[in-house]
């Protein structure tokens, strides 16, 4: 698979990593981020960051840093295959369980020559999740740990690991079997003739050649005059891909002490025997496994990188539907500030009580020659116009909250409606469907902020037309208001008006400044009004992002960097 066309955020090393310090770096990449986000495939996607990480802790690591350890063939299959049996004639004693009870292998055997006991008992090596029991041992033994039985009659060099059975009934082992299949030098999967074609055997076929390991195949039970069954099976190999493992023919024949005879598992004991005892051989074995596992790391770790993408673009997903749903709450409080409807009830009341009853008026002095003395007219803030600024920034307070109430609601909807969104809502805490406890303080702040922001634009900008400047002097706190009503769009609604005065604050304020000036103020205003409520609801869309950053969801620098590890991986070999 090839990794994304935008590689350049992938840095090209200097100098080369050791393999080992590069192994490591690819093991933490893989091993620093999560599948946390509902999606289809993501099982598989941990079960593929899973046998990346067995796989490299197991094999890779120890192999790389110790090349002359021991070679470890394991010996898998479905239950009943006989590789228990295949193991116990090898060794030439019963050190395996075999029966009629399924499955027989209740732990992972592991028979090694005496002098390479040592190596397999010490926990820092192959195998490191795993406990070590020295055997003989009970055949049922519970839990995850190796038995590590010693016999002379192995090579020394060579292990046999007698895996749990790939179909037992115990989920464990299932768990068990993939995991040694990642950690083997020599993987040998056993079969009968009755059961070649089953699916599990080739599912488990697959994963060797997958994974690169050296491959033996076993046919077991093949009756008399088999042939046939013989041939068609090296041709299903063939099909797929795996005509080059080492395929061996054991035919129906009487076990006795949990062995066949000895003859019938002399090809498999002629071959393992080349393997551990040529040099050669054993230097092909370690460099054709550890080649081909590292070979499959140039497709694996791009696919796992490109399913961490996946969760990426769920998490950029969910994001936007958070940006999204504040954008539309705020495009709507944007549209309820200009179309009258902030002017309803109270607002209403106050400002013509305000403008009808003369204290507009007041507010405009005429005379000549009074411009440049507001200073000395501001001695007390008349009741009127305390209760009408009070009641604008009431009501614009109940709008912003109630925007941000709508837009938390919409935004756990849409979540909701998605797996990914659904899960990351599932079991916390369900305020998040409603503004945060502490907004109504921020927005009383933030509105009182903005209300002196308009008054300090009247004092600085709201320069009076030279035409009624002599005759016209004003108070600047008054004329906010009236800047404020007309900015939310009073006379523009269908709301009746006493007294004509709907045109009030939008022919008082261009008699005043003209209409340039006007524009200028009221663009201003709105741009301000516009940015403290954006931050508002930015702050608010802020818990969602918390949540997401808090599930551990992978961001976008995480497939990158395991693009990355795989470069310098590739240059390291």
């Known amino acids: 698979m090839t990794p994304p066309a935008d590689q350049s955020a992938?840095?090209?090393?200097?100098?080369?990593?050791?393999?080992?310090?590069?192994?490591?770096?690819?093991?933490?990449?893989?091993?620093?981020?999560?599948?946390?986000?509902?999606?289809?495939?993501v099982d598989e996607a941990r079960v593929m960051q899973q046998d990346l990480l067995n796989q490299l802790d197991d094999y890779l690591l120890p192999r790389v840093r110790r090349k002359d350890a021991p070679l470890l063939v394991v010996l898998s299959g479905s239950t009943g295959a006989g590789k228990s049996t295949l193991v116990n004639t090898l060794v030439g004693e019963r050190v395996s369980a075999t029966g009629v009870l399924r499955p027989t292998t209740s732990s992972p055997i592991l028979v090694c020559h005496p002098d390479d006991a040592?190596?397999?008992?010490?926990?820092?090596?192959?195998?490191?999740?795993?406990?070590?029991?020295?055997?003989?041992?009970?055949?049922?033994?519970?839990?995850?740990?190796?038995?590590?039985?010693?016999?002379?009659?192995?090579?020394?060099?060579?292990?046999?690991?007698?895996?749990?059975?790939?179909?037992?009934?115990?989920?464990?082992?299932?768990?068990?079997?993939?995991?040694?299949?990642?950690?083997?030098?020599?993987?040998?999967?056993?079969?009968?003739?009755?059961?070649?074609?089953d699916a599990l055997v080739w599912r488990l076929l697959h994963r060797a050649r997958d994974h690169g390991a050296t491959l033996g195949v076993v046919l077991s039970r093949v009756p008399e005059g088999g042939e046939e069954i013989v041939a068609h099976f090296a041709e299903m190999l063939k099909d797929n891909g795996l005509e080059q493992a080492a395929q061996f023919v054991i035919p129906e024949t009487t076990v006795s002490g949990g062995m066949l005879p000895s003859e019938a598992a002399d090809e498999v004991q002629v071959w393992l025997s080349g393997i551990s005892e040529d040099e050669d051989g054993r230097a092909e074995v370690i460099r054709s496994t550890l080649g081909g596992v590292l070979d499959t790391f140039r497709t694996r770790v791009p696919e796992l990188a490109a399913k961490v993408e996946e969760q990426v673009a769920l998490r950029t997903m969910l994001r936007e539907e958070v940006e999204g749903a504040y954008a539309t709450g705020l495009a709507e409080l944007d549209e309820a500030t200009r179309n009258g409807s902030l002017l309803r009830g109270e607002v209403l009341a106050r400002w013509q009580d305000f403008a009808g009853t003369g204290d507009l008026e007041r507010a405009l002095h005429a005379g000549r020659g009074q411009t440049g003395h507001r200073g000395n007219r501001r001695k007390r803030t008349p009741t009127r116009v305390r209760a009408l600024k009070a009641a604008l920034r009431s009501a614009l307070e109940s709008l912003i909250v109630a925007g941000a109430e709508r837009s938390a609601e919409e935004v756990v909807k849409r979540w909701r409606s998605r797996p990914a969104g659904a899960m990351l809502l599932e079991g916390r805490d369900q305020t998040l469907d409603r503004a945060s406890a502490e907004l109504p303080r921020r927005v009383t702040r933030a509105v009182s902020a903005w209300q002196d922001h308009i008054a300090d634009l009247i004092r600085t900008e709201g320069v009076t037309k030279r035409s009624v400047a002599k005759f016209v002097s004003y108070d600047d706190d008054a004329l906010a208001l009236v800047l404020m009503v007309g900015l939310f769009g009073f006379g523009t609604s269908d709301i009746a008006v006493e007294g004509g005065t709907s045109a009030v604050p939008q022919r008082l304020l261009k008699a005043l400044f003209g209409a340039e000036s006007l524009r200028s103020m009221s663009a201003k205003a709105r741009a301000d009004l516009r940015g403290r409520t954006g931050m508002l609801f930015d702050e608010e869309a802020i818990r969602f992002g918390q949540v997401l950053d808090g599930a551990g969801v992978p961001d976008e620098t995480t497939p990158v960097q395991l693009y990355q590890a795989t470069y310098n991986l590739e240059v390291a070999r």
Do not use: N
Request: negative net charge; charged residues 25%.
């Open 118 to 197: 040592d190596w397999w008992l010490d926990e820092r090596y192959v195998l490191p999740g795993f406990g070590r029991v020295p055997g003989p041992a009970p055949d049922a033994v519970v839990g995850d740990q190796l038995v590590i039985m010693k016999s002379d009659v192995l090579p020394k060099g060579l292990a046999l690991l007698d895996s749990p059975d790939v179909d037992s009934v115990f989920e464990e082992h299932h768990e068990f079997a993939a995991q040694f299949l990642a950690a083997a030098d020599v993987w040998i999967c056993v079969t009968t003739a009755a059961r070649y074609a």
């Open 10 to 41: 992938i840095k090209r090393a200097a100098t080369p990593l050791p393999l080992d310090e590069a192994l490591v770096d690819l093991r933490d990449q893989i091993a620093s981020f999560r599948f946390v986000l509902d999606a289809p495939g």
